[in-house]
């Protein structure tokens, strides 16, 4: 069970302003997702030209008008579905109902009005959201004439429009800023809250270990690999720190991406760490550590983000007969994630699940921390005192002083005689020194090697001074 501690928001999907939400509604294949893209301006969800692509509603700010607002894409709709994944997106897309502003009803303007289009009518008449039809695939003036036929389902405002061509955007922008409620909370940039990134393979458990963190069934969880395609936030508190939680679509390695839908998945899942502070990697306890696994922590670690390594499923397991073996893959297939921070959970069963946030925070509060420039040219001076750079030849690195340039990751500048002359292995050595002293765990440092030259001596050699003296 959640942390009591650890509440969801109220109204998850709405944004920190609580900007109004603007939802693209309709059945499947009625172009959702590239309308989506159109009004946020950018390539959010995936598209592809087949049925059911968008599982998962896809939340963001945008600009509508001058107006700030939460726009939703959601899965394509089946009102009647009783099982399986259409049922799961149908339960979905009621929640967003319940909570937006303003409904854009996304229909097919070459198809013309058909039997599901009135039953998605029907559902959206119960809601309290005013709703705006949009007739995309209107290419021409022929196809907007057909599209009048669309006013029988009920609703005032139709807009024909072609989101592949970025006809008729423009007309729907006023249609939906008309609609909107006048008092607007003003937009804000990015706040404070700590962006948490799920990630990992396919059928790790990223979204059951979602729904745990958050206590409702806010993601499809599917036995199916590849379910969550698109990267879907939530916002939680935990104590006084807002979080925004990213489940994210599965990584799977790069010969079995046959599809676009796969290469997109991938595609947002890279962008899911970008954007995140802190990688939550799963690990199948059942499957151990594969390759992949690998991939995706190094990726983060790359990018500059911590990341806890969270081993799932042990529910469904022995752990005394298991643990052994999964402890040394872990060594010997992640031996580079530096001083690990390792978290065992069952996401099915809630075990372990309460601390995970807390510990993600420790984990990225213990980077934002600014160390005095004296302090990092004391331990710079004993590293050299312990273990002095080897020569090159004739010539040995010389230090004249380090600072701190950048937080997470931590960053420090040296500043040097040559680069050059300073090899991989006593980098390394230094990383070392400096993630020991300043208690840097499963984060990576980052050393920017700067020369200072004889046209610099003056600053240069008061740095040296500084650094011969400690």
């Not at 726009?71 to 709709?77: I, P």
């Not at 109902?97 to 009005?113: E, K, Q, S, T, W």
């Not at 007309?171 to 008309?178: P, Y």
């Not at 980098?427 to 984060?443: D, H, N, P, T």
Request: net charge positive; glycine share 8%; charged share 30%.
């Amino acid at each position: 069970m959640p942390d009591p501690s650890i509440e969801s928001a109220p109204n998850a999907v709405r944004s920190p302003t609580h900007a109004p939400l603007v939802a693209l509604v309709g059945r499947v294949n009625v172009g959702k997702s590239t309308l989506f893209n159109r009004l946020l301006r950018e390539r959010r969800s995936l598209v592809e030209d087949r049925p059911g692509v968008t599982r998962d509603r896809v939340a963001a700010p945008a600009r509508i008008e001058g107006k700030e607002v939460l726009l939703v894409d959601t899965g394509g709709l089946d009102p009647d579905a009783e099982s399986g994944i259409p049922a799961l997106i149908a339960a979905q897309v009621r929640r967003v109902l319940a909570d937006a502003a303003v409904v854009v009803f996304v229909v097919d303007a070459r198809a013309g009005v058909i039997p599901l289009d009135r039953e998605v009518a029907d559902l959206l008449r119960r809601g309290s959201g005013t709703v705006v039809v949009a007739a995309n695939k209107s290419d021409g003036p022929r196809h907007d004439d057909q599209s009048g036929e669309f006013h029988a389902l009920g609703f005032e405002t139709v807009v024909p429009l072609s989101a592949e061509h970025r006809r008729g955007i423009t007309d729907l922008e006023v249609a939906i800023a008309r609609c909107l409620p006048e008092a607007v909370a003003p937009a804000e940039k990015r706040d404070a809250a700590l962006r948490i990134a799920i990630v990992g393979g396919p059928n790790v458990g990223k979204s059951s270990l979602a729904n745990c963190l958050i206590g409702e069934e806010q993601q499809i969880v599917s036995e199916t690999p590849g379910t969550t395609r698109d990267s879907v936030d939530t916002r939680l508190r935990v104590g006084d720190q807002e979080v925004v939680l990213i489940d994210t679509a599965g990584l799977r390695r790069p010969g079995r991406r046959k599809e676009r839908l796969e290469r997109g998945s991938a595609y947002l899942a890279l962008r899911s760490i970008e954007r995140a502070d802190v990688a939550l990697v799963l690990i199948d306890v059942i499957d151990g550590v594969t390759d992949q696994d690998a991939k995706v922590a190094r990726l983060a670690l790359d990018l500059g983000r911590p990341v806890l390594l969270v081993c799932n499923k042990w529910d469904a397991v022995d752990e005394r007969e298991r643990r052994p073996e999964l402890d040394r893959q872990i060594d010997r297939k992640l031996g580079f994630v530096p001083d690990a921070e390792i978290a065992h959970v069952s996401a099915k069963t809630g075990r372990g699940a309460e601390a995970l946030l807390p510990r993600a925070l420790a984990l990225f509060g213990g980077l934002r921390r600014r160390i005095a420039t004296a302090e990092i040219n004391r331990v710079l001076q004993e590293a050299i005192d312990r273990n002095v750079p080897p020569a090159s030849g004739r010539r040995r690195a010389r230090f004249y002083y380090g600072t701190q340039i950048g937080d997470a990751p931590l960053t420090i500048a040296l500043f040097m005689n040559d680069p050059k002359l300073l090899s991989a292995n006593y980098r390394r050595y230094l990383e070392g020194v400096f993630r020991k002293r300043f208690g840097i765990k499963s984060a990576p440092i980052r050393l920017q090697l700067r020369s200072r030259g004889r046209s610099a001596r003056g600053g240069a050699a008061e740095g040296e001074e500084a650094i011969r003296n400690r």
